[in-house]
């Protein structure tokens, strides 16, 4: 494996793992797993702008892509509601 195609990878692993992390933040911040999303958005609307992007043939990846990140950041997000809800049911018995 090349030097270039380990680090493309390393680099794909920290930001997935950086998204998984910060779309499991507090319902109050449930901004911060959008940063991710965000940002790949951003980096689509600028290859399109630049015609580096031809989205009938890469429609099917983009697509995924960006459903897989949204799903990450809704799973996570319902996640962190309910252990919110859950912490807030020990206070209240407690």
Known sequence: MEPR???TLAAAVAVTAFHIWASRRSPKH????GIVPALWLGILAFLGWRGS???PEDLRVVGFTTLILLLIWAQGHQAAKKRELEKMRAQDIG
């Open 30 to 33: 449930w901004y911060v797993g």
């Open 5 to 7: 195609s380990i680090l």
């Open 53 to 55: 992007l031809s989205f």
